[in-house]
């Protein structure tokens, strides 16, 4: 049997451009095969072709010496927010404010 769930983490990883458009391409194909695809990347292209698209954000505080601690948001981009995430994305993980998408 095939498998129902497939989880890629930084499958993308040292991809860009034509390759990762090609990646991403090769995901929706294995997806539609009635599985579940989950993709944890950096990759706009990839982001860009999901049915969800779920963000994860960690903020450290601390000096610097690992005496910190972090603190995590999972957010699901959707409308607006996801074409400003996505611009965020491609663009290296700026800070991009609104005029710029």
Known sequence: FPPSVVLYD?????VG?????AMARL?????RGGGQIISVTHSASIAAVSDRHVVVERDISGDGDGSGSANVRVRVAEGSDRTVELARMAAGDFDLGEKAV
């Open 10 to 14: 930084e499958i993308d990883a040292h």
């Open 17 to 21: 451009g034509r390759a990762a458009a």
């Open 27 to 31: 995901l929706v194909g294995q997806s």
